[in-house]
Nanobody
Framework: QVRLVESGGGSVQAGGSLRLSCAASGRTYSSYDMAWFRQAPGKEREFVAA????????YYADSVKGRFTISRDNAKATVYLQMDILKPEDTAIYYC?????????????????WGRGTQVTVSS
């Protein structure tokens, strides 16, 4: 199993930026697709962004397209989520996930390993 640890969350005003990191350890990280999800209070966990293990396929939720950028550094076994032009509705706990095939599914239930999450709070 891959162990994932998120960092980089915090509080920011609307329009600001944050960069989340997810450090992986355990099995061969570089062969795994990686994804970010988020969960706001009282809401279901939702897909945010994903990147193929090869780096050549990237997906975004419509709500974050043009504002968020996912990337990965296989040498550092880390995936990043650059979040710009943040909005109050981006407030949530952000989770990193792997052990899924993003070409087939981007549903939370289809990912086998998760981090514990990092809180992002955007104030208006």
């Amino acid at each position: 199993q891959v162990r994932l640890v998120e960092s980089g969350g915090g509080s920011v005003q609307a329009g600001g930026s944050l960069r989340l990191s997810c450090a992986a350890s355990g099995r061969t990280y570089s062969s795994y697709d990686m994804a970010w999800f988020r969960q706001a209070p009282g809401k279901e966990r939702e897909f945010v962004a994903a990147i193929r293990w090869t780096g050549d396929r990237i997906y975004y939720a419509d709500s974050v397209k043009g504002r968020f950028t996912i990337s990965r550094d296989n040498a550092k076994a880390t995936v990043y989520l650059q979040m710009d032009i943040l909005k109050p509705e981006d407030t949530a706990i952000y989770y990193c996930a792997t052990e899924g095939n993003i070409l087939v599914s981007r549903l939370p239930g289809d990912f086998g390993s998760w981090g514990r999450g990092t809180q992002v709070t955007v104030s208006s």
